[in-house]
């Protein structure tokens, strides 16, 4: 006895069963029985249709945002469980949009990086600038202003990434080292001056128990000390 072989849009249905039509490398696939010709298909079409639906409100959302790298990971789950898809469609054209967007993501992704290596370069010129300022507290404001726009500021391209941050990072830890030490050396100063003039203090309290001829005496050794 001959199987009857029924075909509709993207599928056919042989003794019972509902085939989806190969496309690509996928073979024909059973994606479920008949149990009413009608209901059956209308509830596997809709499976495909929420399925293409996803797709629509991913491309939707990746042109509303500059950042699509986010989506991509997304995209490529969309690609990838496609073929599993219980449902009949055209899977082909699907596919076809599903790997378009991922190229354009993919691009928007290079095109991004190559943007942040050259916006990171121009940070570090201005940080190499700024360091130099004499004010240390207008260097600081300046230098924490460009570290912000830094962390702000995505990855560059893979190749240059690890250079451009340890370029900045060397930057960034002599100016601070050099202002540590600036601030030492001045707080080690001003201890010293605090400790001469509190001795100079002692020295003239003495000076009150003396005759004029011993004050005469020490106050010379006091100034050539």
């Known amino acids: ?10 599928g056919f249905i042989e003794n019972e069963t509902i085939y989806r039509n190969a496309w690509g490398e996928h073979p024909a696939r059973i994606i479920g029985v008949v149990k009413n010709v009608d209901f059956s298909l209308a ?4 499976n495909f249709e929420k399925f293409k639906n996803q797709v629509d409100l991913l491309i939707e959302r990746i042109e509303q945002t500059e950042n699509r790298g986010i989506f991509l990971n997304k995209a490529k789950h969309l690609k990838a469980t496609l073929p599993e898809l219980k449902g009949p469609g055209d899977f082909q054209a699907l596919d076809n949009k599903i790997s378009d967007l991922i190229k354009l993501i993919l691009k928007t ?11 990171k370069g121009e940070l570090i010129q201005q940080i190499k ?3 130099d300022l004499l004010h240390w507290g207008e260097a600081t404001a300046q230098i924490l202003s460009i570290q912000e726009k830094w962390f702000h500021t995505g990855r560059a391209e893979a190749s240059k990434e690890a ?33 001469k003039y509190e001795a100079l203090i002692r020295e003239a309290k ?5 005759s004029e001829d011993q004050k005469l005496s020490k106050l010379e050794s006091l100034k050539i000390a």
Do not use: C, G, W
């Open 1 to 10: 006895m001959e199987s009857l072989v029924k075909s509709f849009p993207h």
């Open 43 to 46: 509830y596997f079409e809709s």
């Open 109 to 119: 992704i290079k095109d991004n990086r190559t943007k942040n290596a050259e916006v």
């Open 129 to 131: 600038a700024v360091k």
């Open 163 to 195: 250079r451009l941050n340890e370029e900045f990072k060397n930057i960034l830890d002599s100016f601070f080292d050099q202002k540590k030490a600036f601030y030492d050396d001045k707080n080690s100063l001003i201890t010293f001056y605090e400790r």
């Open 206 to 210: 003495k000076l009150e128990r003396l």
